[in-house]
Structure formats: C-alpha cells, structure tokens
C-alpha cells in the first residue's frame, strides 16, 4: 500500500496509489512523501521509475553497519533506522528505510506504526510546519524518541515495582528472575533503537543537505537521546541491582537453614558421647552397677543436649 | 473554587469567582491567571464558553504518554504536570494541568499547593515582573523545582542518619528494611516528578509560543533539573550500599553462629572416639582390666576434646 | 563585636564599632562591608536603624529550606549558607547570614572563620578590586570554596592511608570501622556544604542585582563547586569500597575456620567408625579373638583418620 | 606496494609506482596522498628523495609515547595511530602511520585497511570534497570511528547474549570464563585505540596546520569518539556484571550442597544416639530384656530420623 | 645550577650562572625563563637582589593547600605544583616552584624532568613561539600533562594484564595482592598530581595577568586534565573490580573444600550408624547369632555410605 502526499495550493492531498488512479498521481514537484507500507515489488518498479527513486536492496537494509544505515550521495540520503515494536514481550526493533530526496520524502516500513499517525496528526494540525519532506522526518524521528521515552518510563515504572515486590517478599523466586531476564532484555531494545537514534542523527548533523532549522531541531533531539541513553543505563542499574540482591538474600536463606542444622547437630553430640562413655567394656566401672545408673545416664543425656545451646543462647551467640 | 488574576493599570486585581459577581469577572484582556481549585463542572462550563478556553477532558489529564502531557496547539500550550506530595509516608504525584493560551496561564488543581502560594507572595512583592502568563508558569515550576530539591536534601539527609544508625547498631533489622523501602518509595517518586519536569521543560523549550526571557529561565531551570536528577542516583546509590551493607552484616551474622558451632562440634568428637575405642569388644584389652582404666578414659576423654581447640587457638586460627 | 570597612578617598577604613566612638561611624555610601562578630541584640537595633538593614530573624536563620537560605527582596539579597567548621571530629555546618544591599555587604557570624581572614588579606593587598560589598562577597565565597576543596583532598589523602592500612592488615577492625564512619560523616558534610553552595551560587546567577563581572566569577565558581561535589562521590566511592572489602574479608577469615574445623571433624570420623565396628557383638567374628586385634584396630583407626585427608590433599582439594 | 593520487584538471589520477613508469609519477604540487602499503626500503628511499618527505624510524613508530604519536614540526605533522584488526580472537591494534606536508598526506601500513577503501569510495563518489591531504585523513579518522563502532554496538550484542545465556543457565561453566575473557580483550583493545584516537584529535585541535572546516570535523569526531570511550565503560561494566552474577551463582550451588548434606548429617545423628543409648552397659536396663526391645528400638531410630526434618519442614525452616 | 634563558635579536641566548661569568648576565628586559636546578643559598640570594625576584620560603612550598599552591600578588604569580616522579615503585609528588614575573618565568626544582628537556627542545625547534615566560609555563605544564597520560596509559595496560593473569590463574594470590597495592598507590599519585594542576589551571584561567592566548591553551590543557582525572577513575574502578573478583574467587575456593569435607561427612554417618546397631546389647537380637552376621554388617555399612551419595548424584543435587 502506497500513500503519496502532496502539498499543492498550499493544501496537503493525500493520494493512495492504485491501479486505477495511476493517472492522477502528483507530479514529482508537488511530492513531498511517499508513505510505502509492505509495498509490492509492482509498486517498487514503478514508483522507482516515476520518480526516479533509488531504492537500496532488502540485503541493504537489513546490515547492521552505520556505513550501511546511514548512506549519503549527491543525490539523496538514504536511512535505515530501528523502530522498537513492543509485542507482548520484549520486543524487537523493526528496520524502517528513510530516503530523502529534493523536497520529498520516501519511507518504506512493513507494519503498522504508530509515530507514522501521530505526524501525520501533525501535519494535518497545522500544515504550514511541514513544508518539505526533511520536516517530516524530522517529527517522525521526534515522535518515535517521544514514544521511546514513554516505553523507557514505564519499563522504569515495572522495574521499581519488582524491587517492591522483592522486599515485600510478594513475588515467586522464579517469577522475579523471569521479571529481570525480560525487562533487560526490553531494556537493551530499547537501547540498541535509542543508539542507532543517535548515531544517525550524529551522522545527519554533518550532512550539507538539511537546512539549519532543520539542524537544530536534530541537536535538540540528540541530547533528548543522550540522556535517554543515560536513562537505559539507569534501569540497568537497577536490575543489577535487584539481581544482587535476590542473590544475597537466597544465599541468607539458604544459611539460615544450614545454620539452623548446624546447632541441631550440636544438641545430639553430647548425649552421643554420654551413651558411647556408658557403653565402654571397663571391669571397674561404679556407674554400670548402679541401680539408678540408667536413668542417672539420662539425666546427663538430656542435660547434655540442652546446657551448650542454653549457655550459647545467653551469651548471645545464637 | 476559581480566583482570577487580572493586570488592570499596573495593579494586579484578584477576583473570587461566584455566583454573586459573575458580571464583574475580569475581560479576556485584563486576564493573567485563572487559578481553579477542585472546580466543579459548573465552573469549568462557565468558563470554556467565556475566556473560550478549551480544558483537556479527565481522561486526557491521566494519561502518562509525554503526548498526553504536553500538547501544543495553534492556540495553546497544554501541560500535564506531576506535583509530589509529601503526605506522611513516601508521597505521591498529584497532576496539575497548566494552559497557556494567549498572555494569561489557566491551571487546574485539586490540592492545597504550597507551590502556588509561594507564587504568589512574589507576585505581590513585585508586580512587574508577572507581565503575563508565561511568566506566572515560569515562577511555579521554578518554586516547584526548589521544593523538590528541599525534600530530596531533607531524604539525603535521613538516609545519611540511616547509615549512621546501622553503623552504630542502634537499629533493629525490620526497622532499616522498612526505612530503606520507605526512602527509596519516596526517591523513586522524586525521580518521577522531576523526569517529568525535564521533559516538559526540554518541549517548552522547542517551542515558539514563549519569549526569549522565559526560555533562558528554563534552560536555568533544566540544568537544575539535570543536577536533582543526580541527586537522587546518589540516594539510590546510597540506598543500595546500606542494604547491601545490611545484607553484609546479617551474612557474617550467621557465619558467626555457623563457625561456633562447628568449633564446638569439634570439641565432642575426640572424646566420642576414645569413648568408642574402650567400647571395642576384643579378648586382649590391657586397658580395660587396669585398675584405674575408666578414670585413664575420662582423662583421655577431656584431654582430646581441649588439645585440639588450644592447638588451634595457638597457631591463630581460631 | 562589629567591624565596619568604608572606602573613603580610594582607602579602606576599619571601624570597630563601640559606644564610645558611635558619632565617627561611616557614612551608608561609603560603606563596603559591615562584619558582625557575635553580634549583641544592641548592635543588631543599633544597625537596624542607622543603616536601614533589614536582619532576618534567629528562626529565618535555622531554616534549611533554599527559601529561607536565598531571598531576594526588591531591596536586598538575603543569603544563610554553610560554611564547615572541622572541629576535632567529623565537623560540623555553621550557619553564616550574608544580606547585599546598594553597594555594602552584612555578614553575621558566631564564629572565627579562616576565610574571611584570607578575604581580608586580599582586600589589603588589593584594594582595586574590591570596589563594593559584592566583590568581598565573592571573594569571601572563593576563598571558602578553596578550603572545602583543601579540606577535601586531606580526606581524601586519609582514605587512602586507610585503605593501604586494610590492605597491609596494620589497623584493628574497630578502628577500620570507627574511621570509616568518622570520615563518612566529614564527607556528608563537606556535601551538603557545598550543595548549599550550588544552590546559592545558581540562585545568584539568576539575579539581576548582580555585575556580569562578579557573575563571570561566580559561573567559575560554580564549575568548580561542580567538580568538587563529584570528589565528595569518589570519596564515598572508596568508603563504600573500603567497608565492601573489609566484610569480605570478615567473611573469608570467619569461613577459613569453618573450613579448618570441618576438615578437622572428617579426621575423627573414620577412627570413631572403626572403633564402632570393633564394639559389634556378634558371635561370629574373628578380629575379636586375634592375639593383636586391638592393635590392628588401632594401626586401622590411624590410618583412616590420615588416608583422607592425604588424598584429598594430592587431589589439590584441600 | 605504492599508490600515489593527484589532483590533475580536477580529477583524480591513480598512479601505481613502479621501476617502469617512474618517469610519469605525478609533481609533488599535484600531489594529494601517497598510499604506502607495506612499502620496501627501495621505495622508501626514492619517495624520501623525490617528495622531500622525512619518514620516522621504524623505532619511532611503534614507541607507546604520545610524543611519538603525534609529532608537529614547522614542516609536517606525524601521527603513528592505532587500527584495530579483529582477526579471529579478540583483535589487536596495528600501528598506521600518517604524515600531513604541505597539502598531501602520506600513509604508511602493512596490512589491508577496509577504511582506506571505504575513503577511496567517497573519494571517487564525491572528489570535490577532496582538496588536499587534509580532507583524506579527516575522512579516513571518520571512517575508523564508524567502525570501530560497529565493532563495539557488535560486542554489546555479543554480551548482551552471553547474558541471556547465563540466565538460562544454557552455557557451560567454561564458557562463560572464556567469553568473558575473550570479550574484555577486545573491549580493552577498542579502548586502546579510541583513547589513542582521543589524545591524537585533542592534538591536531591545538595544531594551527589544519583550516576551520577540518577542525570542525575533528570536534565532531572527537564527541563521537567520548561517547565511543563511554560505550566501552558500559561494555566493562556489563563484562564485570557478568562474571559477578557468575560466581554469585556458583556459591549458591556450592552452598546447596552444603546446605543439602548438612541437613543429611542431622538425619544420622539421632537413631546413632538411639543405637548408643541400647549399646550401653549398665545392669539395670529393662528394655534390653524385652521380648520386641531390638524391634522397639528400630521404631525408635527412624522416628527420630524422621522426626526433626518434618518439624523444620513443617516451620519453615528447610 | 642555574640556566638563564634570554631572548636576544629574536634568538634565545643560554647563560650558565656561575662566578665566573657573572657579568655577561642578561638584562632582566631580555630574560624569558630562570631554570633553578638544586640552586645554592647562593644563587637564590644573588638572583634575588639582582633580578627584584621574590622567591616562596622551604615552609611555603610544601604546605599543601591551595592558597599555598597558587599565590597572585600585584607583582607575580607563585605556582607550587606536584610532578610525579616514577622512581621504581608507585612513585612519588616532586614539588617545583614556579615564579611568573613581568615577561619572564623562574622554574626552582630539586631532580632531572624529562618534561624540560622536551619544553627546550621545542623551544630550540621553534622559537618564535616562545614570546614570553607564561609560554614557556604553558609548554611545560602540557609537557607534563601529556607524560601523565603516558603514564596513566602504562598503568591501565598493567591493570588489564593484571586482569588477564588473575583469569588465567596465572600468578600467586599474595602477587596478586602487591601488584593491586602497588598499582592503586601510584593511581593515587597521579591523581593527586592531577586535581593538584586542575586546581592551578582552574586559578590561571581566573587571573587577569595572562593573554588569551595562553588562556585558550590552558582551557584545552583543563579539558585534557578532566579527562584523565576520569581515567583514574576508570583505573581505580578496574582495580577495585580485581580485588572484588580475586575475594570472590577465594571464597568459592574455600567453600569447595568445605563442600567436599560436608559431603564425606555424611559418607562416614551411615556405617557408623549400622556399627552402633550391631553394638546394641539386647538378649533378643537375631542378627547376632547368625554365621555370617559379621559378613552381613560390612555389607550394610559399605551400601549405606555409598547408597546416599548416589542418590544424590543422580538427582543431581551434587
């Protein structure tokens, strides 16, 4: 599905790209984006010819090098830069194709995004902002940063409930690991997409293409990245952190029974030895004749095992 | 309740809104501030139609999208802003709306706010500097950042007592817990109302609507912002030492019961060994046919169970 | 005690102030700085009243709010900031008040302090530069400043000695412990004095009373004030190190003895299990008739008690 | 191997040096860059002569200096900078060198350079922005940045796994040990090369060689390359995470073990007290002559085998 | 020994003080720099009066505060800075005076330093840069600054070694200790070296004695110092993460052999539990009388030590 924009009349148009309509498409002067959502090989070939766009290869877009997100000719820009996508669980990041060309803007996606709406919620706003395709990318771009910022809060939000919840002791051993491994792995989305944000931009700073207006809304927006960036670092922290301690506090747990049967050990020694003294094979030996020596045995058994944790117990020991 | 601020002749002009005085109520011109405390719809009706102010609907106020919490429109600036409250335990974030719409500033809240006040006492102590309602904003969000500063001192401070107290012992293990849980609830809560300040200040700052003048008093303001944010890692840095100090002690704590009892366990295994040894049942037993053997035993017996723990004691490592 | 400083005919003057030379009292225009030294409530009404001063009250003083600590009237800038006085101990924040009206400058303080010594010198050997009451300000600020940053670095200096004395296993542990807590609390305070110095000098910074000369000096001041609050982190950073490796410490040393003691236990074991087989009373059982059987059992019970441990050690486990 | 371009009608002119066409070798004026490729000493000495250029000693190349890193005379300046070459493991950093004379630059290396090739892309892509030496180095430090980049955002991906890995506990012991090694070599490397990196731009920033716009390019180099130095900190600090959670891990394991047979010992301690108790001798002892006294006393030994680990289960405590 | 250097028909002129040539002393209108290496009382008396130079007391230079670092008179500007000497070990603070006075500099120093050998040698490179004394301060000072970072960068490649033996169980543990305490004191002398010239730099930028030109310089000179001083940041940070680990490592050392000595423990219990039986003294008492009762208890005992180690074996739990 291909949507094409134009500003004509100082008025947008909006054009969806058919068969049937070929015919009344905008002329490339009036162009200012071209919205390709899953377009079809067809739609390539011929929007490639009209307007004489070069598209990079589907192997292109998918390396991972900046010299490959981030590619500039005399004749246009080309950008592939991550979109987070949160899915259900951690996400993935979706690559998203940038090519700005003249006063046009070409972006090329295969999903359903919503910055794409929100610019374009702008742009019907107020028209007279958007007056070639480098303003829409650029509040595309401040959209998605935007949108970035508010997944980044929230998985903030997430992170400082599980570390409630862990000292509330309100959560299942394996739930709190399942927590950690999934909000880090949120996390480091999140960062991969906000540094790729910042390397382009960085790249988009030295480029002799943009306007200044244009320029300084980028320089605004890096430093909105940086300290996102910083935010991710946060998190990090803070899961480490949780990990740590979920760490130090099984290892207490685990000593505590250890130690518990560490003085259980202790209470049956004494009565042990007392029993092994009155079983020697000595020929003089007063106690075995005795007629109360099996209950004076006793008494020293159980004393035996109840004096040491009574001394220990007073002293403070225990 | 609504009071109105209005700037007639170089006066300011403060006016109840009532039944009683609705045909005095200040022009659209004269408008600086309207201030409404817990409206009732009654009020908010009233005043959409007669200063043609468009309020952003409940729902819109509680969202926690930036978009949600900052809305430029050709006729106004909308801000959804978090005001911690300190409220007995860790606080939590009321939101207060701001519009800026024209000269005059519309805020909505439903809370005694010590920020408010504050504005307004300089106001009165000097007039001229309250031109219009940008400056009204300016002056509560500058308040409000110095109010965050003073509880996140008045936290610094408390969780510094903190550690002094687990030094010195002189707090019971359930206590330090809950406070470390109570501070970094409140810490957290600080982090929230001030990330939030940052992104509405770094959006006021993009924007066209404010005046050079105003613009540097944010950016003063941001950097201040910056530096609270710090402020409360510090604390969280210094919340995570105290329980990782804590989760420490308790360790050695234990270990300390452990290491006792394995010394003393240690104690009663010789004599157990000796008192095994004269329970053998062989034919030829010199031992057990001498005349003093049992008392040989018991000398044997506490002879092995001191030897050891003073053997060890000597070389150190007891 | 009050001392009055005018600049009369490009020379500094020094008044004592006292009842007997009242009527020689400078005149409010020459007038640069007034320094009250433990001030007598008649000195305060005497002043109060001759220079027209507004003193804030002993409660204004004591407030740690930034509101009580820097106000800014149309007529005056009041300033209550810490300055650190290192008394023995961990030290402690004095409160010194500074009000800046026209062209003089007020300090109140109850105490010696070094740094108004050293501005004094400055002034003598400089008196150009001290042209009126902001500039003693500033200066006074520099000078204080300068001390936290001396104070500073001899802390510093003292971790490290504590370190190398944990390391080289040269100090008792009370007095790791006990150090560790003094300087912790000379840090905090050394902090917090200086985060008082931030907010004032960025409260400074915003005022339209001051010369951009004097603001260029304190937007120096500030950066250092900066780099300083982060070495008060870097000291934290080591203390924090310090008390880490100490427990750990703790901990092997308390885990060595377990170790030694459960080595020693599974020495006794084997012998004790000899010796129990040879107490069986079975009918049948030839050992037990053996002309040397009991020396066999004992040859046997050495050699149990050896074996393991022989192994265990070649192994490398032990 | 040498490749000598010039700048002729502006044009590029590739010239290969060898014994046969020496006589067309392009006039030092034309002269843009001289690209030796692990040059013989034949063609060192024909360039010395022909270009007037002064080479460093191999002695001087591989000095860690940074004196001998960067070297400014009245004529030229010489930089001896590192390349990382991932081969394999974990990489190390080749030594290039680079002379800046008058407006050509020569470059000295001994390996195949994939930034040397990418430079000669955008040379040929866009020769205009080619004037002189100046302009290639600059191009070629950006390329080396962009991947040394791509190496660490490809590192991060790479811990980032061995992480996951570790959670899931689906990795054996070993290789976490040698990941962890492998990755912080090459981090260290990465390090190695951008502090390098770091100090040679610091340098070239100071230099009055270089025009404006190159120096421009160098300070946007230069924040690209803290970022870079930021990254590998997070890198370490992932690496360090890692390898704490790791042996965090490990003695939770060891103590289960510990914790398992503790409780194991406990089971045994008390049917050998019951066992001991009928092994004694007295006279008087009633149950030795009961008709079930031997079945009594198994009832007894797994009772009280039994018996405590169900009371701790039931408490809690295991 | 003293050196005079002056500047004579724009060519430097060197002047070896000595008795004999006392005469021909440059004109103090020519003299740029007075290098005073272990100076007699002699000289200094006679450079004293003849030069109108103020030289600091012995007791002024080695205080350590600031205001005895950096003292500026109407006169002059007196610097004490610290030079780090590596002499074998982890080196240690040089202080060396400099004293700038009208056009010329005074350097008084007490050893060798490498970094004036290099400030004569660019000098003698390229006089013409050498106007006045603050050039000659300046060159030095970024002489130093750059040996620092030489050193730094040596430190840190034996950190990471360090680092790499510690993983390869390469080194000794008490190696392991001595190289961490040696590599943290010689850290700590670079930093102190450091903060002591960020704090000069800090005092020059604010002196009014020196041109912009020697400002501008210093300002990258306090950037590179900041830089560093994050560098041993880094330094300590890694040393510290070594000392954590190897802690870390000795603790699951030690657990390993309490494990192993817990597990043989429980091997012994169970036989000896089956000897105690066998030892019971009850009239009825089957086993007792069989033939091959004896036969039948080793049995029992040697299944009942092997029998739970099994188990646990195979569940995995060992």
Chains 1, 2, 3, 4, 5 share one sequence.
């Not at 020293?300 to 220990?312: E, G, K, N, Q, T």
Request: charge should be negative.
């Amino acid at each position: 599905m291909v949507k094409i924009y134009a500003f004509v009349n100082s008025h947008f148009k909006v054009f969806n790209l058919s068969e049937d309509n070929i015919d009344d498409i905008p002329s490339k002067d009036e162009l200012i984006w071209v919205d390709m959502f899953s377009p079809s090989s067809d739609e390539f070939r011929f929007l490639e010819k009209y307007y004489e766009i070069e598209f990079p290869t589907k192997q292109e877009t998918e390396e991972i090098e900046i010299s490959s997100r981030y590619w500039e000719s005399d004749k246009d820009i080309t950008i592939n830069s991550y979109f987070l996508v949160v899915d259900g669980d951690a996400g993935h990041n979706e690559t998203v194709t940038f090519i700005l060309q003249d006063n046009f803007l070409v972006t090329i996606r295969y999903r359903e995004l919503k910055t794409f709406g929100e610019c374009l919620r702008k742009m019907i706003a107020n028209p007279s902002s958007f007056k070639d395709g480098s303003y829409i990318m650029s509040s595309i771009f401040e959209a998605r940063i935007d949108l970035d910022a508010d997944i980044l809060e929230s998985l903030s939000r997430n992170v400082s409930n599980l570390r409630k919840k862990l000292f509330a002791n309100d959560i299942a051993d394996e739930d709190i690991l399942e927590s950690i491994y999934h909000y880090e792995n949120l996390n480091t989305n999140i960062r991969d997409s906000l540094i790729d944000k910042q390397r382009i931009i960085s790249s988009l700073l030295k480029s002799r293409k943009l306007s200044d207006v244009i320029k300084d809304n980028f320089r605004i927006m890096i430093k909105d990245v940086n300290s996102l960036i910083d935010f991710t670092r946060y998190n990090f922290d803070r899961l480490d952190y949780i990990q740590n301690i979920f760490l130090g506090l099984l290892n207490i747990e685990q000593n505590k029974v250890i130690k518990i049967f560490t003085v259980v050990n202790v209470i049956f020694l004494p009565p042990t030895l007392v029993a092994s003294v009155y079983g020697m094979n000595f020929e003089f030996f007063p106690e075995i004749h005795w007629r109360y020596g099996y209950l004076f045995a006793w008494v020293l058994m159980v004393a035996s095992a109840i004096l040491p944790v009574y001394i220990f117990k007073k002293k403070g020991w225990l």
